[in-house]
């Protein structure tokens, strides 16, 4: 491939209308992924878990934009499940979203999805019952672009987690002991996430499936131009990221590409992704992913040089404590930006005295607050956070623009962290009817009740699990 990286023109205009399924090319090949119980190496320890195929992550899935994405899910676990295709805008009914849009698939059962991919980017799947996506049940899903405008040699996927499944008992046993108490571990805080991070330290943080002690290592030579493709995938840790000596040149993210921007590091939350190029030095280098307040990291070695030795995992990078992305660094490319909204709504994230309960506009999931909106109008979601923790918010089946108070136009994205006491506004243009989950990632405060719905028209009822 071209070594180009960016010129006038950096990015063409990809195609984002949704085709029909099977339209204009072969039937795509169904990919199986068969939900089961597993033991799986994280490094020097092996667990016993839940995962696609017996993999961690799951099975890499990619398509092109406007192609079709056909997977059959296979139930062996002895609990219901999904598969949620995080950050795609696909027919609502694919969308994995147990009892909004399916029915759970029971054990032994089987379901299948199919789907336009729409837009090119970096997304992942995971399942959205329970906490079983604080398991194993997760993995990439790439869609490349026919037009690529980028100039690059070579991608790696850098997929990020936190593990406690087989270590610590299970997230479902973590999830009650977090229900009995009305306190949180002040000692997780962070400055950047304005103060206390998380609900629980993992035991270990994962690149790629594995434990800083025995790394993931991504094999290259000097002077590449290398995409990296970062995915955090985990259920209650922000990742602050960096590649030691060097800088990363962020061009996309959650899929959407942005004017390109060169930081020292970035924070990714739970649900994020970002693609970032970087020129590789002759040498065997670090990439650390700090798991943000709580003083430890996940870790993995690019390396370009065989003689070159290993790095320790707890090398120091000054990189972490560098130059820092923001949203208001970051702008969507003129052809992805939104129209202005013609209203309003504000959505109060909140916390109940119970400690262990968290809101949308004061409600829980169990009786879901609802924002109405009808198709084709684009409206501004003012996210009020009145918690005493950050949170990141998604909203599933739509994209939308983050307006920073630096200007009028902003990313493109479908999760954003939202701090505490803090007021962000995302416009939401209305274009893909349905009952749409919008909820926190964080999937303890999720199953502790931060959970509402986007949904076009009249309230509709919800189905049964």
């Known amino acids: 491939m071209s070594r180009r990286l960016f ?162 008992g299970t997230p479902d046993d973590a999830l009650r002991r977090l229900n009995a108490s009305t306190a949180h571990d002040d000692t997780l805080r962070s400055d950047l996430l304005g103060g206390v991070t998380a609900e629980l330290r993992h035991p270990y943080y994962l690149v790629n499936g594995r434990a800083a002690e025995t790394p993931e290592v991504f094999e290259s030579k000097p002077g590449r131009l290398v995409r990296l493709r970062i995915i955090n995938a985990a259920a209650d840790t922000a990742f602050r990221v960096a590649l030691g000596g060097h800088r990363l040149t962020v061009t996309h993210t959650d899929g959407f590409p942005c004017a390109p921007l060169t930081v020292d590091t970035i924070l990714i939350g739970m649900g994020e992704r970002y693609d970032v190029l970087v020129r590789l030095g002759d040498g065997a280098f670090p990439l650390v992913a700090e798991a943000e307040g709580k003083g430890a990291r996940a870790f993995a070695i690019v390396r370009t040089s065989r003689k070159a030795g290993a790095p320790r995992s707890g090398v120091r990078l000054s990189e972490l404590s560098g130059r820092r992305l923001a949203y208001a660094d970051l702008n969507a490319r003129q052809a992805d930006r939104l129209p202005r909204p013609s209203r309003s709504v504000t959505v109060t994230l ?68 939202v701090l505490p006491r803090e007021r962000l506004n995302i416009d939401v243009h209305a274009d893909n009817p349905g009952e749409w989950m919008f909820h926190c990632h964080n999937l303890y405060h ?5 959970m509402g719905t986007l949904g076009y028209g009249p309230a509709k009822r919800m189905m049964k699990h």
């Open 446 to 450: 999720q199953e502790q009740g931060m």
């Open 350 to 417: 909140g916390m109940r005295p119970s400690g262990n309960e968290w809101t949308m506009n004061d409600r829980l999931a169990a009786d879901p607050m609802r924002l109405r909106v009808e198709r084709g109008e684009t409206i501004r979601i003012v996210l009020d956070n009145q918690s005493p923790m950050w949170h990141p918010m998604h909203l599933h089946g739509h994209t939308f623009q983050v307006r920073t108070s630096s200007g009028p136009q902003g990313p493109r994205k479908d999760t954003v962290n």
């Open 7 to 168: 010129v006038t023109g950096l990015f063409a205009t990809a195609a984002t209308a949704a085709l029909p399924v099977g339209v204009g090319a072969a039937r795509p090949r169904t990919q199986v992924l068969r939900a089961r119980p597993a033991k799986v190496s994280i490094g020097a320890r092996t667990v016993s878990t839940w995962t696609y195929d017996g993999r961690l992550p799951g099975t890499r899935i990619e398509a092109t934009a406007g192609g079709v994405v056909r997977a059959r899910l296979v139930n062996d676990l002895p609990a219901a499940t999904t598969v949620h295709w995080h950050g795609i805008r696909l027919d609502a009914r694919m969308d994995g979203a147990p009892g909004y849009t399916q029915k759970p698939v029971p054990p032994g059962g089987t379901f299948d999805y199919a789907f336009t991919t729409p837009d090119p980017g970096t997304y992942f799947y995971h399942s959205h019952v329970g906490m079983q996506n604080d398991r194993g049940l997760y993995g990439p899903l790439i869609v490349t672009d026919p037009h690529e405008p980028l100039g690059y040699d070579q991608e790696f996927t850098v997929v990020l987690d936190d593990w406690l499944d087989g270590v610590i």
